[in-house]
């Protein structure tokens, strides 16, 4: 089923931090909400969240940091719990050693607290329990940007895999053109709170027509390796 | 030149370095590059005379480095700076402290290098964007001509296409002041791309340490091309067939 929202837009203080924008996101598909600090790619990427949720979809969201998925004073298996309860599943019901297989946090001890986890394990059980269900979206906020390169890379690799042959689709939300390049088919450029471009990963990094989507485009990578 | 030779440091029983011996040329960039825990910072605040070495020696033209009063270019642009000042006062305060006497119109020759107004100077940190704090760090850092600056995670607060910028105006700047850099990072790309030379700490001690090209090209222990091919499948450095 192919998700829509129309026209959403934001304002605080008076200040529209999004100016009206549509969309319509497939099944499966893979998206990349990119821009510079400030540019509103947050903004969109919540407000996306929140209309969906209202219109009745499943979304999952990943925020940038575990730290702000997890409660320090509690083990992982009362968040695994809590995750499955607020989907109305029994204890046990998810598929975990599925999951956790999957993205390589078999090892991980649930009677600890998220602190007696590796960071990068961290996040990959956020992504765990966001996948709980098979949400109809898994919204990513900077998902790396916590964690070291190899971690990271690893945790994009394993991401990847999870979601191959599974109908969820995948916003990733980044200022990094760069990284959102290699993972998505399709990319939204965001500058000044407003949707200025938008167009498959290919022609956005060949033929960026928008001042903004020509500075991510240009500065995507540090340099070139012949490899 | 910065010159390290056999650095230990201890903190507590454990041992944060060892065995570290490298040179780092006037004018010259050495990226210091490695995951979390490797020692990076710890380096930094050897170097900086905030740790003593339990064994080795830092040198700079064979001098403790306290003599060349190297400078420092923290990670957090904004919490670098007194968040009740502006940042003209916080800018200015080790000058005053120290009695240096700027060049005329060093201040403003500097501003013009890292495209900052002047005027900007007059907010308090809070009152500028993350970039613009950053490179009001990198003014006060080079304000009174170190021979040396150190960089520890210049970029990690930026978003991409400032950090390239920032990137630029600080190489931009090291070819006109001539000041020596040693840069921590834990991006390999902004490390191959700007750094003449590059290290690789890992836990604790110097995996390789390479020209920045060759580096990138043919690293030579595995552990150093996980770290190559995690900066490829991150895009930060691109790969061309």
């Not at chain 1, 400030?38 to 969240?49: D, E, Q, R, V």
């Not at chain 1, 078999?106 to 098979?134: N, T, Y």
């Not at chain 1, 690893?154 to 760069?178: C, F, P, Q, R, W």
Request: charge should be negative; proline fraction near 5%; aromatic fraction near 4%.
């Amino acid at each position: 089923m192919t998700l829509t929202v129309t026209g959403l837009s934001a304002t605080r203080s008076g200040r529209t931090i999004l100016h009206p924008t549509s969309l319509d996101i497939n099944p499966r598909e893979r998206i990349g909400i990119v821009g510079a600090s400030g540019s509103g790619k947050s903004t969109l990427g919540h407000a996306l969240i929140d209309d969906l949720r209202q219109q009745g979809h499943s979304v999952a969201h990943v925020p940038q940091s575990p730290d702000e998925a997890l409660d320090p004073l509690r083990s992982m298996a009362f968040h695994w719990r809590e995750a499955e309860e607020a989907l109305g599943l029994h204890a046990g019901q998810a598929d975990r050693d599925g999951l956790f297989r999957a993205l390589k946090i078999e090892g991980g001890d649930l009677r600890k607290r998220p602190w007696g986890w590796s960071r990068g394990m961290q996040q990959r059980f956020v992504i765990a329990m966001a996948l709980i269900g098979a949400p109809d979206l898994i919204a990513l906020d900077e998902p790396t940007s916590a964690l070291d390169p190899v971690v990271a890379a690893a945790t994009m690799e394993l991401l990847s895999g999870v979601l191959d042959g599974k109908n969820t689709a995948m916003v990733l939300i980044t200022h990094d053109l760069g990284l959102a390049a290699l993972r998505v088919d399709r990319l939204l450029v965001m500058e000044a709170a407003r949707l200025v471009e938008q167009g498959a990963t290919e022609d956005i990094l060949e033929r960026p027509e928008t001042q903004a989507a020509q500075a991510l485009s240009a500065h995507r990578n540090w340099m070139a390796l012949p490899c | 030149m910065l010159t390290i030779s056999e650095l230990m440091v201890k903190r507590g029983p454990r041992v944060t370095l060892a065995d570290i011996s490298f040179t780092l040329p006037a004018g010259k960039t050495l990226a210091v590059v490695g995951e979390s825990g490797a020692g990076k910072s710890t380096l930094i605040a050897a170097i900086l005379g905030l740790l003593k070495p339990s064994f080795g020696e830092i040198a700079w033209n064979g001098a403790p480095t306290r003599d060349a009063s190297p400078a420092l270019v923290m990670q957090e642009p904004r919490a670098a700076f007194n968040p009740t000042m502006t940042l003209h006062r916080s800018i200015m305060e080790p000058v005053v402290a120290q009695n240096i006497n700027l060049a005329v119109g060093r201040l403003e020759r500097l501003c013009a290098g890292l495209e900052l107004p002047l005027d900007l100077l007059d907010r308090r940190p809070d009152q500028v964007s993350i970039g613009q704090a950053q490179r009001a760090g990198i003014l006060r850092a080079l304000l009174a001509s170190p021979p040396l600056v150190l960089f520890d995670e210049p970029l990690s607060a930026l978003d991409a296409v400032t950090q390239k910028h920032t990137a630029r105006l600080i190489a931009d700047l090291q070819a006109e002041e001539g000041f020596s850099a040693l840069i921590v990072t834990h991006d390999l790309g902004y490390a191959v791309a700007h750094g003449d030379q590059i290290a690789v700490l890992n836990a604790g001690r110097i995996e390789e340490i390479a020209d920045a090209q060759d580096f990138a090209l043919n690293p030579q222990s595995e552990y150093c091309r996980t770290l190559r091919d995690a900066a490829i499948a991150l895009g930060a450095l691109g790969a061309v067939a």
